[in-house]
């Protein structure tokens, strides 16, 4: 048996009574096989999510080298596919490459796919940093390497970052974050299932270790010392459920108290090192907990636990920049916490992901030019004006908000950006990355990290500018997103096709898919944390008391619309997916009454096409664990749990009070 089925076994085998202990719940294969498999007759009436879909249910099966199968997955692979052999076209000259941002691309893609050299190298490129963490003689003496291994990459007790700053989005200021967790979650550290996702962890991280020159055994202890300094942070770190509320993470400290809050580490000379110089009044910590305690967990008595962490997560973030072997090893804990059993890897192809993955503006941009109409950018952009239109008059009728406050929101909605399809310019670090061919990829890596840490710094005291707005963002990118520090949305280029939208598609589905989706993003403008934010992405109360009282009241009937629903190995948390099943809720309502001004509405034709943009299949392993930190309801509940809420579902589809369908019209949830 091969090491990566052993570790799946082993993770399967203790799962139903790991997995027990937490708000995951197991059910026995019949009933999930029953939930995938079609009965003879589907009833809309019973299971709207399967009457839908229950063909490609039947003739799906999820590949063995990914944990899940849906549209977005299928969209994604064959545009990477696309734009793969279309790099390699440029690479032997059969596709003219025409902008400094590509020629960048080719550039590293060149370096990441030179695997003689890689192989070669071998380890040696990384062996030095190794050797530093291990010749640390104490944690004081972090003070003196601190901002250059900062720089290159070793991943320190803290990180800082530079972004728009929360109270006024036109600024930049500096947030200050912790760790990471080997675990998706502080509450895992310590029960039974955490125990089993660390003993797959120890073992899959050893096999990892071994493979840089380890031996086993002091491969294992390096392992055990680096699980041992997540335990001794867990106490001062965030859950999973805390970190999704991310008001709770703004936390303004003056900074001169947070230079004190550690008697060993030289808070003021790693920023001023790494800033230039740069002098700043507060600085904004995420865990304050975390950074009150910081002499607690990191002190000469935890010195060979730092070590460990800090030399565990090296090997783990510079596997990628070595041999496919070093690759294959360092995916096997998440395949094996995905249900995975094996990873496909083509040379080639890893090198473009890899590449993809530092200049992914560049090749998104080529994407949306080369692949994306602007008949299409100007069709979803009239489609999400019109419901921005219908979400005002939604807002003019509402019944539970005061004028002052339906006055704001609607200021808010006129004021959202819409970014559709591609941005027009790359963000700033395109213009000063440069791309030595003589470089391999952990040389590469340590002076972007450089370059792209100096301009980080160097926004502070300097307007935000927002053609950066696309920075993490990118068009060939099958996803859609809200910014709460621009107001506005992004619908990337790869996300505009079948099944969400189509030029060919009936007006019906267009809304029932992409119009539904563009009313969920507009919508997270107003959920738990966007209504925080005012029109310029700024955090800012411009509520009433009493009329947030009241949508905190609404919001609790979500919750409890989702108490306790479950499907195949989930049970819901409907507190940490409260604003993902508000957004829903609201998109399909502004969705489909933009759709009834259309005179050739089609109501289940609308209703098929939000069932269908959901259909997925996924391993039980990844359900598990991605509903550990998930913000998402499971799909099906995307559909069965949502659009009963609607009355004219009822209508549609003559679902009556016997149906499994129904909710009793008093305990239908609408918020907008």
């Known amino acids: 048996m091969t090491n990566r089925k052993r570790h799946?076994?082993?993770?399967?085998?203790?799962?139903?009574?790991?997995?027990?202990?937490?708000?995951?719940?197991?059910?026995?294969?019949?009933?999930?096989?029953?939930?995938?498999?079609?009965?003879?007759?589907?009833?809309?009436?019973?299971?709207?999510?399967?009457?839908?879909?229950?063909?490609?249910?039947?003739?799906?099966?999820?590949?063995?080298?990914?944990?899940?199968?849906?549209?977005?997955?299928?969209?994604?692979?064959?545009?990477?596919?696309?734009?793969?052999?279309?790099?390699?076209?440029?690479?032997?000259?059969?596709i003219p490459v025409e902008s400094p941002e590509m020629e960048q691309f080719i550039g590293l893609f060149n370096i990441a796919n030179d695997w003689n050299r890689r192989n070669e190298q071998n380890n040696d490129p990384i062996l030095p940093y190794f050797e530093n963490i291990q010749n640390l003689q104490s944690v004081e003496d972090l003070n003196e390497v601190l901002p250059d291994w900062y720089i290159e990459g070793y991943h320190t007790p803290f990180r800082f970052s530079v972004y728009e700053d929360m109270l006024d989005s036109t600024e930049y200021t500096v947030y200050l974050d912790t760790f990471y967790f080997f675990l998706p979650d502080k509450n895992l550290y310590g029960t039974d299932e955490g125990d089993v996702m660390l003993e797959v962890f120890r073992d899959t991280r050893t096999e990892l270790l071994e493979r840089y020159g380890f031996e086993e055994a002091e491969a294992a202890e390096l392992v055990d010392l680096a699980i041992e300094m997540d335990e001794i942070m867990a106490p001062y770190m965030k859950s999973a459920e805390e970190m999704s509320d991310t008001i709770g993470m703004y936390n303004p400290y003056d900074y001169e108290e947070w230079t004190e809050m550690s008697e060993i580490i030289d808070f003021d000379q790693a920023f001023t090192t790494l800033s230039d110089g740069q002098e700043i009044d507060e600085i904004i910590v995420t865990t304050p907990e975390y950074f009150e305690n910081f002499d607690e967990m990191f002190n000469d008595d935890n010195l060979e636990q730092l070590k460990a962490k800090m030399l565990v997560e090296l090997a783990i973030s510079s596997a990628v920049y070595l041999t496919q072997e070093h690759i294959e090893l360092e995916v096997m804990f998440e395949d094996a916490m995905?249900?995975?059993?094996?990873?496909?890897?083509?040379?080639?192809?890893?090198?473009?992901?890899?590449?993809?993955?530092?200049?992914?503006?560049?090749?998104?941009?080529?994407?949306?030019?080369?692949?994306?109409?602007?008949?299409?950018?100007?069709?979803?952009?009239?489609?999400?004006?019109?419901?921005?239109?219908?979400?005002?008059?939604?807002?003019?009728?509402?019944?539970?908000?005061?004028?002052?406050?339906?006055?704001?929101?609607?200021?808010?909605?006129?004021?959202?950006?819409?970014?559709?399809?591609?941005?027009?310019?790359?963000?700033?670090?395109?213009?000063?990355?440069?791309?030595?061919?003589?470089?391999?990829?952990?040389?590469?890596?340590?002076?972007?990290?450089?370059?792209?840490?100096?301009?980080?710094?160097?926004?502070?005291?300097?307007?935000?500018?927002?053609?950066?707005?696309?920075?993490?963002?990118?068009?060939?990118?099958?996803?859609?997103?809200?910014?709460?520090?621009?107001?506005?949305?992004?619908?990337?280029?790869?996300?505009?096709?079948?099944?969400?939208?189509?030029?060919?598609?009936?007006?019906?589905?267009?809304?029932?898919?992409?119009?539904?989706?563009?009313?969920?993003?507009?919508?997270?403008?107003?959920?738990?944390?966007g209504a925080q934010f005012?029109?310029?992405?700024?955090?800012?109360?411009?509520?009433?008391?009493?009329?947030?009282?009241?949508?905190?009241?609404?919001?609790?009937?979500?919750?409890?619309?989702?108490?306790?629903?479950?499907?195949?190995?989930v049970t819901v948390n409907p507190t940490m997916t409260l604003n993902e099943n508000i957004a829903d809720q609201a998109g399909l309502r502004v969705a489909f009454d933009a759709l009834k001004q259309n005179e050739d509405a089609d109501y289940e034709e609308f209703f098929e096409s939000w069932a269908r943009v959901w259909r997925e299949k996924v391993t039980d392993e990844f359900a598990a664990y991605n509903a550990l930190s998930a913000v998402h309801s499971p799909s099906p509940l995307r559909v069965n749990v949502q659009l009963p809420n609607m009355d004219e579902f009822y209508e549609v589809y003559d679902i009556d009070e016997d149906s499994p369908m129904f909710i009793p019209e008093e305990e239908r949830v609408e918020i907008w």
């Open 338 to 529: 995905y249900g995975v059993e094996s990873t496909q890897y083509i040379d080639g192809w890893y090198a473009f992901t890899f590449t993809r993955n530092i200049f992914g503006g560049a090749i998104g941009k080529y994407y949306g030019e080369t692949y994306f109409s602007e008949e299409d950018r100007d069709q979803v952009t009239e489609i999400a004006e019109n419901i921005i239109d219908v979400y005002i008059d939604r807002l003019n009728n509402n019944s539970w908000l005061s004028d002052e406050t339906i006055e704001q929101a609607i200021t808010k909605l006129e004021a959202m950006e819409l970014y559709i399809g591609y941005p027009d310019s790359m963000p700033d670090y395109y213009d000063f990355v440069t791309v030595n061919p003589d470089h391999n990829l952990i040389e590469f890596i340590v002076q972007f990290n450089e370059e792209y840490t100096a301009d980080m710094f160097s926004k502070l005291g300097t307007p935000v500018d927002r053609k950066d707005a696309w920075d993490t963002i990118t068009a060939d990118m099958v996803n859609a997103f809200y910014s709460d520090d621009t107001n506005g949305i992004f619908f990337p280029a790869a996300i505009l096709q079948p099944p969400f939208y189509s030029d060919e598609m009936p007006v019906s589905a267009q809304y029932g898919g992409i119009g539904a989706v563009i009313g969920h993003e507009i919508s997270h403008a107003f959920d738990t944390r």
């Open 8 to 94: 799946i076994m082993m993770l399967a085998k203790a799962t139903t009574a790991a997995l027990a202990v937490t708000t995951i719940s197991i059910m026995n294969q019949e009933n999930i096989q029953a939930q995938n498999q079609s009965t003879d007759e589907p009833n809309p009436a019973d299971d709207y999510y399967h009457y839908v879909n229950h063909e490609w249910l039947d003739s799906t099966t999820i590949p063995s080298y990914t944990p899940i199968i849906d549209d977005v997955y299928e969209l994604g692979t064959n545009i990477n596919t696309m734009l793969y052999y279309d790099v390699v076209d440029m690479v032997n000259g059969q």
């Open 534 to 569: 005012d029109q310029y992405g700024s955090l800012s109360n411009w509520w009433t008391d009493e009329d947030y009282e009241a949508f905190a009241a609404h919001s609790e009937d979500m919750v409890e619309l989702f108490e306790g629903e479950s499907y195949g190995v």
